[in-house]
């Protein structure tokens, strides 16, 4: 099975910082990676496909990029309302494989 | 979109259910659909995706011989049959639209208890 590994596991910030949350994966998955954000309470919402694509409706301070092994979410000018967790999708083998997730504060 | 989970509840060790969710606003069997769980308290894990057409079927290995997914296409559901429950099954399980995961269902929690 492939495993995913996020870092950091949690972080604090400041709001109108830049946040970069970083996933490595144990063996190339090309670009088959997805990111979710999930508030707290919330269902999961799915923020970057195919590893750098931003999900329709979501807000352009996000970003993803990476291929291979490594990948990375970037939030620019962090705002209140991106207090959540988000994960790390890769679908590139069976099993799908999340990372363990990133809780992000302010 | 919407998706709506049903089924979820308490049972006991060794016990079955069967979950079910109803699609609508979108051609339900265009679509794979995927089941990914989530415990109290925990992140994410993955159980299974099934093909519009129902076939194929892909399976986590924590699951796999234990629960089958299945669809109905033309009443737009997916169901989700679990059987020899353990208690590490309780979790929300959310229902999700295609591969990629784009549309989550509000999910439905499942406590394996005695």
């Known amino acids: 099975d492939i495993q995913m590994t996020q870092s950091p596991s949690s972080m604090s910030a400041s709001v109108g910082d830049r946040v970069t949350i970083t996933c490595r994966a144990s063996?190339?998955?090309?670009?088959?990676l997805a990111w979710f954000q999930q508030k707290p309470g919330k269902v999961p919402n799915r923020l970057i496909y195919?590893?750098?694509r931003l999900q329709s409706g979501v807000p352009s301070r996000f970003s993803g990029s990476g291929s291979g092994t490594e990948f990375t979410l970037t939030i620019n000018n962090l705002q209140p309302d991106d207090v959540a967790t988000y994960y790390c999708?890769?679908?590139?083998?069976?099993?799908?494989?999340f990372g363990q997730g990133t809780k992000v504060e302010i | 979109v919407q998706l709506l989970e049903f089924g979820g509840g308490l049972v006991q060790p060794g016990g079955s259910l069967r979950l079910s969710c109803e699609g609508s606003?979108?051609?339900?069997?265009?679509?794979?659909m995927t089941w990914v769980r989530q415990a109290p308290g925990k992140g994410l894990e993955w159980v299974a995706v099934?093909?519009?057409?129902?076939?194929?079927?892909y399976y986590a290995d924590s699951v796999k011989g234990r629960f089958t997914v299945s669809r109905d296409n033309p009443i737009n559901k997916v169901y989700l049959q679990m059987n020899s429950l353990r208690a590490e099954d309780t979790a929300v399980y959310y229902c999700?639209?295609?591969?990629?995961?784009?549309?989550w269902g509000l999910g439905t929690l499942v406590t394996v208890s005695s």
């Open positions: 195919a590893a750098s």
């Open positions: 999708l890769q679908r590139k083998t069976y099993p799908w494989t």
């Open positions: 606003g979108f051609m339900f069997s265009n679509y794979a």
């Open positions: 063996q190339g998955i090309s670009d088959s």
């Open positions: 999700v639209k295609d591969w990629g995961l784009d549309f």
């Open positions: 099934i093909s519009g057409s129902g076939d194929p079927k």
